[in-house]
């Protein structure tokens, strides 16, 4: 008969969704893992696979946390004010208690860029091309800007996304701010 689970298994993944995201994938051993999670290596494999595995439930999981602020920006009727809206808001749910600075996904993006993880990379890919598609639709609400443009400002916002995420690990509240400000001026 299986034994069953001393641990959470929700609360043991968000500790190391949170490991990963303060530390990246590659510098994130076992040993850490099983410090922060406060489970032995066993406890792991047998509920995740692997250190890749443990990661890609992280992603998952971070990308639950995130929904709320998608959902918002997918609904918003208010073209570019809702892109400069879900700027913020993905910048202050990381000032959340538990919550890293930056961005996960962003991260993790920036760390698998050059590295031949076909599932990892899919679903980099994946949020990003989505991401850009919301901007997409966003940014031609109610637009008198050819397709071009808009495709050049989605890419632009893209970007800027990428370059936030890095800026909030360091830079101050105030900072980050006029960041925003100057991103939208200057659509």
């Known amino acids: 008969m299986a034994r069953k689970k001393a641990y959470n298994e929700d609360v043991v993944l968000e500790k190391a969704m949170n490991l990963f995201w303060k530390n990246g994938y590659e510098s994130t051993s076992m040993q850490m ?13 047998s509920s995740f696979g692997n250190k890749r595995g443990l ?3 992280s992603l998952k999981g971070y990308n639950k946390k995130l929904n709320s602020v998608f959902e918002d920006l997918k609904n918003s009727k208010a073209g570019i004010d809702g892109i400069k809206h879900f700027f913020y808001n993905s910048v202050n749910i990381c000032k959340l208690k538990g ?8 991260n993790t993006y920036n760390e698998f860029s050059n590295k031949e993880d076909e599932i990892i990379n899919e679903q980099m890919n994946s949020f990003m091309n989505n991401l850009k598609d919301i901007f997409i639709e966003k940014l031609s609400l109610n637009s008198i800007k050819d397709r071009e443009t808009i495709l050049k400002q989605a ?3 893209l970007l800027a996304k990428h370059g936030l995420s890095a800026a909030s690990r ?3 509240d105030k900072e980050i701010e006029d960041y925003i400000e100057m991103i939208f001026q200057n659509l």
Not at 99 to 106: A, I, N, S, W
């Open 33 to 45: 893992l099983e410090k922060e999670m406060g489970i032995n290596k066993f406890s792991i494999y």
């Open 55 to 57: 990661f890609l439930e």
């Open 99 to 106: 919550y890293q600075k930056g961005c996960l996904v962003t």
């Open 155 to 157: 890419n632009y916002l």
């Open 170 to 172: 360091v830079n101050s």
